[in-house]
């Protein structure tokens, strides 16, 4: 059985569930999978000693690591090569150790790809109102313009932000409107995302009314703790199609698992496994 070594390099990682989803989906690919967390919070090591951590890693004979806040962008410089994709967005949350070479990857746009195709199915032409344009936001803004949508308008309370995301997306079909503004904008829109941690651990937060939104527009949340937000509960009321940020967790998950094995991960058994994974408490932090 071909062995698998695999880790998750950043900070407060014991809630992650990524660990859980590589190593059942290995096991029924045939692989001794094991991934391990890295956390540099309970390691006690500063996100300056990445460069360390990474050469440990990579002399310990790891194939990978994912890599997570604060390092998606500061491992950059320390590969050798970059995915094309990941190098339009930006960031980086795989690192796959080949042939002597540290290769950067992104699979959170790839991630959301998934959860359009298993939410509205197709954005082409679409208008979309996206709100967050931190590094989540990157990728899936990234994800928004390769599926083809007409119009993404990008509002984030910083306007410095959303503007430098604009600029580096480099598309026409790109633009940004101020928080006060983006009412009006989600009136006209076929779907709206939200990219920002509000609603997360149940806070009572939501990024923007969705009841705003025409009737037969969608809503997608990036956050997935909780799995039902508190903005999908209002889209739902309100009678919005939704798209849970499970589907983006693990999507990401099969696209790196697929990049480090060469293998074919099951999405339907993986995403099976996640909402498992929640329903009963398990994390990372608690095998």
Known sequence: MERVLVGLIGSGLSRS???LMHESEGARLGLDSEYRLLDLDALGRPASDL???????????F???????????????????????AA??????????????????????????????????SVAGAAVVQFGAGGAGAAIAYALVSLGVGRLTIVDA???????????????????????????????????VNATPLGMNDDGRAAFDPSVLPADAWVADAVYFPIDTPLLRAARAAGRRTVDGGWMAVGQAVASIREITGRSPDLDRVRADFLGFLRDGRTAGSR
């Open 63 to 85: 194939a990978a690591v994912n890599v997570t806040h604060p390092c998606k962008q500061a491992v950059i410089p320390l590969l050798d090569d970059l995915d094309p994709d």
């Open 88 to 121: 339009r967005i930006g960031a980086v949350n795989l690192v796959v150790f080949r042939d002597g070479h540290r290769i950067g990857h992104n699979t959170d746009w790839l991630g959301f790809r998934i959860a359009i195709e298993q939410g509205p199915g």
């Open 17 to 19: 569930l990524t660990p």
């Open 158 to 192: 910083d306007a410095d932000r959303a503007e430098g995301l604009r600029v580096s997306l480099g598309s026409d079909v790109v633009d940004t409107v101020a928080l006060d503004d983006a009412p009006s904008v989600l009136a006209q829109a076929d779907g709206a």
């Open 51 to 61: 460069p360390a951590v990474l050469d440990e890693v990579q002399a310990q004979g």
